[in-house]
């Protein structure tokens, strides 16, 4: 049974498509996650959702855009891709949205631009 | 930038010895997590150290933490060749939502 889970796994794609990354998690938690890790292995945060509402939303360009149409489901959707939006896109969730709540992620979404 | 360093970037040892990572941090915190990254997979929580802890132990993993030094360690002791991944520290703010600021990683490497 796969905790957090999204689609697809891998996806690439060219320059100015827009595209989407599903993401779902069965474990009731009330807040998920957006992260991004680049190249170098960086891992920051774009967006959180607590129960539907969004709660962080980080310096991201506007084409990025989470929808969270319930708790359990968080998506991404990507306008006019670029290339430098190459990177792996990891979802998460946590019970709460405090901290020291144990953050689990999801395999994480291969987006290759070209 | 709270964003945590952890050194070495890459670390090479032999099956059955301890491998030691530490990560270094520049602001106050609520807790500090430790990760681990197989390759191709995502992240996975290994141990929370909240900052009111000096020290924590889980299985073969032992976390210290010097709030004074703004610095964490993560051993493992016993390496296996299966603990051969990338270990990232995160960071947790002390106040508002949880917002993991995570370090570049220490890529470690068991040889059998």
């Known amino acids: 049974d796969t905790a957090v889970s999204q689609t697809p796994k891998y996806l ?5 498509n827009d595209k989407s990354i599903k993401c779902e998690q069965n474990l009731g938690h009330d807040t998920m996650y957006w992260y991004k890790q680049d190249s170098k292995k960086f891992l920051k945060i774009m967006f959180s959702y607590n129960n539907k509402e969004l709660i962080i939303n980080e310096t991201v360009p506007n084409r990025f855009s989470p929808k969270s149409p319930d708790k ?8 006019s891709l670029e290339l430098g939006d190459s990177a792996v896109y990891f979802c998460a ?4 949205p405090s901290s020291g709540n144990t953050i689990y992620f999801g395999e994480g979404s291969w987006l290759t631009v070209v | 930038s709270q964003q945590g360093e952890e050194d070495p970037q890459a670390l090479s040892i032999q099956e059955g010895e301890n491998a030691t990572m530490n990560c270094s941090y520049k602001t106050s915190i609520n807790n500090l997590q430790w990760y681990r990254q197989n390759s191709g997979r995502g992240l996975v929580h290994l141990i929370l150290i909240r900052s009111n802890e000096r020290e924590k132990h889980s299985g073969r993993l032992r976390v210290t933490l010097d709030t004074s030094k703004k610095s964490s ?3 493992i002791t016993a390496s296996r060749a299966a603990d051969t991944a990338s270990y ?3 960071t947790a703010r002390i106040q508002g939502a949880q917002k993991l600021v995570f370090g570049q990683g220490t890529r470690l490497t068991i040889n059998p």
Not at chain 1, 93 to 96: G, T
């Open chain 1, 12 to 16: 690439v794609t060219q320059m100015g």
């Open chain 1, 72 to 79: 359990a489901h968080l998506n991404l959707h990507i306008n």
């Open chain 1, 93 to 96: 969730s946590a019970e709460l």
């Open chain 2, 73 to 75: 360690s993560l051993l």
């Open chain 2, 88 to 90: 990232f520290c995160a």
